[in-house]
């Protein structure tokens, strides 16, 4: 019989809390990033979605994503409003913590997920339409894909991908999805011809360390349990945390001539994306090539947004789909049982099979992603409209959609 672990317990309470601070210091990391008349409005869709996807995974999003199997694709609705999910252990989910931990853990991994994708709708969309956005895509794109990964009998999970906490489910899904609703919204006023700068880089490097701080939570709380799996989740994380900043700067330093401190922070949250699907499976060594990668990846990927000319405010595709993309292909060349006996070797350890599974994961991920996601967008569209008008735009969100200046001056 399964018997609940007070160790465990705790630390998956401490680890819950600090996945809980990463949505709102990604408010204030894309906060700082956004200009001034906007500062409000990008906080707010952090907070907001804090709020509305914490009822929503209880009230359903919770029991489609790991409730008991249909066909693979979604969990069934044995736990609406939680019916079920109480303080005894789950055999299949929480063997060692209470199966309502393991729920509220993975609340903020559903909380999370759509609020990266505010950064591509920076600065244009009306909060009416992102409100409703985000519940249908919680509901349709993240929660069935959580199944699929994470769900006892999810099809993904049955083929064998690996991905400790959330390279595909998270960042992948958000980071196409951003993609799409870039493309779908469209430009920005004045993009590429007004200077659409950082309002606070100060702000927007304290979000990222709020970032770097909360990802332990993360990744490392991802192990469920007080043991070595989360202790090494904890190191690579931050290895691969730090060999990103230090690869994105020093190609933005090479390439512009002089360290940028924004560059830094960007490198170290797509190195953080990019080890999350990793962490449980590889070696201190194997993350720093991944946060290598990672910086370079995504650094080329921001330059290239430039030259296709789609507006992606905070460039989420290129640090998250991008980021989330080379983390679970790099998760099928350095995963190793050696770190995780219930993983799989993957390529460089004579096994190239592992590597042709996570890119099954990854391509299905694309597909479903970006596919449901212009068509939610599609139908929010005729629902209530996406964009707010141009003369609200140009008056900022703040005022306009809220009321509200982020600053008295």
């Given at each position: 019989m399964d018997k609940i672990s007070a160790g465990d317990t705790a630390w998956v309470l401490v680890a819950t809390a600090l996945v809980m601070l990463m949505t709102p210091g990604l408010g204030f990391f894309?906060?700082?990033?956004?200009?001034r008349k906007n500062v409000l409005a990008t906080i707010m869709h952090s907070f907001f979605i804090l709020a509305l996807i914490s009822v929503q995974w209880v009230l359903w999003g919770y029991t489609l994503a790991f409730g008991p199997d249909r066909g693979g694709i979604i969990g069934g609705l044995e736990w609406l409003g939680l019916n079920g999910v109480g303080a005894e252990p789950n055999p299949t989910y929480a063997p060692t913590i209470p199966h309502s931990l393991f729920m509220i853990f993975q609340a903020m991994f559903a909380v999370i997920t759509p609020a990266l994708i505010t950064g591509a709708f920076a600065?244009?969309?009306?909060?009416?339409?992102f409100a409703l956005f985000t519940v249908l895509w919680a509901t349709l794109v993240y929660d069935p894909i959580a199944h699929w990964v994470w769900g006892d009998g999810g099809w993904l999970r049955a083929l064998g991908a690996l991905d400790f906490a959330g390279g595909t489910v998270v960042h992948i899904s958000s980071g196409v999805?951003?993609?799409?609703?870039?493309?779908?919204?469209g430009r920005r006023l004045g993009y590429g011809d007004e200077p659409m700068e950082p309002h606070d880089a100060t702000m927007a490097v304290l979000?990222?360390?709020l970032l770097w701080f909360g990802w332990f939570g993360f990744n490392a709380g991802s192990a469920l349990a007080a043991n070595g799996l989360a202790v090494n989740a904890f190191l690579v994380t931050n290895?691969?945390?730090a060999m990103g900043a230090l690869s994105w700067m020093t190609v933005?330093?090479?390439h512009r001539g002089r360290p940028s401190v924004l560059g830094a922070a960007a490198g170290a949250v797509v190195g953080l994306v990019a080890i999350t699907p990793a962490a449980g499976f590889v070696t201190p060594a194997a993350s720093i090539l991944i946060g290598l990668g990672a910086g370079l990846f995504c650094y080329?990927?921001?330059q290239a947004k430039k030259r296709l000319g789609f507006d992606d405010a905070l460039d989420v595709f290129a640090c998250h789909g991008v980021g989330g993309t080379w983390g679970a292909l790099a998760t099928g060349l350095f995963a190793t049982v050696a770190v995780n006996e219930a993983g799989k070797d993957g390529l460089f350890y004579g096994n190239p099979q592992q590597f042709l599974i996570q890119l099954v994961a990854v391509v299905a991920t694309w597909v479903f992603a970006g596919a449901a996601t212009f068509v939610l967008l599609k139908v929010v569209d005729v629902l209530v409209g996406l964009r707010v008008h141009e003369q609200e735009e140009v008056a900022g969100l703040d005022a306009t959609q809220h009321g509200e200046v982020a600053y008295q001056l």
């Open positions: 894309y906060g700082g990033l956004v200009r600065e244009r969309k009306r909060f009416k339409a999805s951003a993609l799409v609703a870039a493309i779908v919204l979000g990222a360390a290895t691969a945390a933005s330093w090479a080329l990927a921001v």
